[in-house]
């Protein structure tokens, strides 16, 4: 018996009676009408899908990205999600005459790719040091942006005559992100 291409035989029956499945019968001493009836099934092969390599946002300014395997005869994959940022899942699904292990037809990945910043620019505060007795030195504050908020602690003198030790934090805003910061 020769079944067509991915397909393998699944029983034989010679005269109403199931015989052990084989690629051939013959009938020996015919002397009357004999029936064979041949069934055929679909050759099911195991397969393991490669994974997808996900890349999560690293720094502001970039996406994140997902390398997907290739398609091929034996399993297809889809995404679900944009590929850049947030929840993304990879499905891949076994074509016609494969599985996956646990007879599995489909198997998925997921993962947070996280969200996009754009990067944040702080601008460095300025001094002007003492240039003569009886001066002070002047500290300027940079101005808030839309990418930075600046803020001193202890509070800022009324008078500019700075004379104690302060901390000038720069906080990137909501959607921002500095880079690079060492």
Not at 2 to 29: C, H, I, K, L, R
Not at 72 to 77: H, I, K, L, M
Not at 131 to 152: D, E, H, K
Not at 161 to 177: D, R
Request: proline share 7%; glycine share 8%; hydrophobic share 35%.
């Amino acid at each position: 018996f020769t079944p067509s291409a991915g397909y393998e035989v699944d029983e034989v029956e010679v005269d109403g009676t199931v015989v052990p499945t084989a690629s051939s019968y013959t009938f020996s001493n015919v002397t009357a009408g004999h029936t064979i009836h041949v069934t055929f099934k679909l050759t099911i092969t195991t397969i393991t899908p490669t994974p997808p390599t996900f890349h999560p946002i690293a720094t502001c300014g970039e996406d994140g990205s997902i390398d997907i395997p290739a398609n091929t005869s034996a399993v297809v994959y889809s995404l679900t999600g944009n590929g850049i940022s947030g929840l993304n899942k990879v499905t891949a699904t076994a074509q016609t005459g494969y599985v996956f292990a646990g007879g599995l037809t489909t198997k998925e990945w997921e993962q947070d790719l996280g969200t996009r910043k754009e990067c944040a620019t702080a601008v460095a505060p300025t001094y002007t040091p003492i240039t003569a007795c009886n001066t002070w030195g002047v500290f300027t504050m940079p101005g808030n942006t839309a990418s930075v908020t600046w803020s001193i602690s202890p509070a800022a003198p009324v008078d500019d005559h700075w004379a104690n030790n302060y901390t000038l934090t720069a906080t990137a805003n909501t959607s921002y992100a500095f880079e690079n910061l060492a």
